[in-house]
Antibody, heavy 120, light 111 residues
């Protein structure tokens, strides 16, 4: 069974940093592109960042470019999101999402999410 | 970059059929696959339609997807509505400069 479990969320002050993790199991993690998607309270889904299976290709939404860094450790079956210079508008539930093996254009599995709150 | 526009909300009675639209602002709707995700309150999204009209295993055949090039839009149709279908639905697509683009979401009320 495919499982994606996010962790690392919490309350952080504006300008602070946080590192999110996503532990993957039930599939060959190193063969799949992975993504972070966020959802602000009461709002819709917003794609944040993508990373290819071997980390060769990395993409960011304009709203987080230069502040967030996506990475992965295939040996540990883990995906990460380093978030720096956090702003109030970064407050959201952050979901880890797997893209199917043959395409990076959509998600076939999502984690349950971890809440990040940026507030003084 | 392009946008996907969905109605904010739709409502229909149990047993009826409802269609949710998703209009692409620029570029052809047919040039990149469209997906649909269901998100029940307090839960993570799940895929109900991928690649325009494909259903993942476990998704009932009451859910169907289509695209219409003349209106540059995609549609999600749910027939035989059940109360458990009440959720937010998001369309999603992509192109070479926009890895993942989501519509604003449609709240489906089954009353």
């Amino acid at each position: 069974e495919v499982q994606l479990v996010e962790s690392g969320g919490g309350l952080v002050k504006p300008g602070g940093s946080l590192r999110l993790s996503c532990a993957a199991s039930g599939f060959t993690f190193s063969s799949y592109s992975m993504n972070w998607v966020r959802q602000a309270p009461g709002k819709g889904l917003e794609w944040v960042s993508s990373i290819s299976s071997s980390s060769s290709y990395i993409y960011y939404a304009d709203s987080v470019k230069g502040r967030f860094t996506i990475s992965r450790d295939n040996a540990k079956n883990s995906l990460y999101l380093q978030m720096n210079s956090l702003r109030a508008e970064d407050t959201a539930v952050y979901y880890c999402a797997r893209a199917p093996g043959y395409s990076s254009g959509w998600s076939d599995y999502w984690g349950q999410g971890t809440l990040v709150t940026v507030s003084s | 970059n392009f946008m996907l526009t969905q109605p904010h909300s739709v409502s229909e009675s149990p047993g009826k059929t409802v269609t949710i639209s998703c209009t692409r602002s620029s570029g052809s709707i047919a040039s990149n696959y469209v997906q649909w995700y269901q998100q029940r309150p307090g839960s993570a999204p799940t895929t109900v339609i991928y690649e325009d009209n494909q259903r993942p295993s476990g998704v009932p055949d009451r859910f169907s997807g289509s695209i219409d090039s003349s209106s540059n839009s995609a549609s999600l149709t749910i027939s035989g509505l059940k109360t458990e279908d009440e959720a937010d639905y998001y369309c999603q697509s992509y192109d070479s400069s926009s890895p993942w683009v989501f519509g604003g979401g449609t709240k489906l009320t089954v009353l």
